[in-house]
């Protein structure tokens, strides 16, 4: 599997194909493996946290992007599930509203930030303003299309004040979407899950890859990287986006802080 992490990340400075990309893919394992390695990962995410959390200087954002039923909640379900649920911060966006409107888009995402100490994971994040936005045409292209240097400036501005940024994108087929919804509709507990939306966006599913296509070329740096997850295996998908966070906490190289009293004056009675 480390051999596959390296691959599932998109490469500088090319462009990106998603049709070079299989999303049923799962460089060469099987599920029985995965799920051991899987339980693995999930062991050293959570000591992983621990001393992210006992730094206390630094935290970490995951963005998970992908089109609907791409596997955005069971990701957060399945991978987050070993966290300490008080060193974490789930955020959803949602079309924007309120005060929301009434803000540039990055003011709620960098409201949303994790504190220093703790892991963020956005599902859905500033990158719809370059995709539904850019899709849909809600703003004009001169608008969307000045995004992609505004969110480099953004994630490098945070990269630089302590964030490690990790961009996840889930990649489904059509068939795979249409399995999924069919599955949802047939389903007494989770065909609330489905909106009748979802059906209309599939339909933009060419415009929607394009747009992905150019976030993933213009939006990719060694700050803020992004990963092509193939995702209609989910036991793939869940191995390979806990590995690569497991891989991301390791390379910050975390330490725990000196402790503050000295430990040889101490005494008990
Ligand atoms: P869900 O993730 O299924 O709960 O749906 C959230 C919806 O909000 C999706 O259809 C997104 O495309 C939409 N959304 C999220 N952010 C934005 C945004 N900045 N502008 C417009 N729509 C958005
Ligand atoms: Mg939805």
Known sequence: MNN???????????????????PADTHGLTKEDAAAAL???????????YLLYAEGRRSVLVVLQGIDAGG???????????LNPQGVRVTPFKVPEGAEKRHDYLWRIHRALPEYGEIGIFNRSHYED???????????????????????EFERMLSESG???????????????????????????RSWKFSPSDLKEREYWDAYIEAYEDMLTKCNSDYAPWY???????????????????ETLKGMKLQYPKPSADLSKIQFE
């Open 130 to 152: 370059v995709l539904v936005v850019r899709v849909h045409g809600l703003v004009p292209k001169s608008v969307w299309s000045r995004r992609y240097r505004q969110i480099n």
């Open 228 to 246: 092509v997850i193939p995702a209609n295996r989910k036991w793939f998908r869940n191995l390979a986006v806990a590995q690569i966070l497991v």
């Open 39 to 49: 339980v693995k990962n999930l062991e050293r995410l959570s000591l992983l946290q």
């Open 163 to 189: 964030v490690t940024i990790v961009k996840f994108l889930l990649f489904i087929s059509k068939e795979e979407q249409a399995r999924r919804f069919r599955e949802r509709l047939e389903d007494k507990e």
């Open 4 to 22: 596959a992490v390296s691959k599932l990340m998109v490469p500088l400075e090319k462009k990106i194909r998603l049709g070079d990309i299989d």
């Open 72 to 82: 955005k909640d069971g990701t957060i379900r399945r991978v987050m599930s070993g």
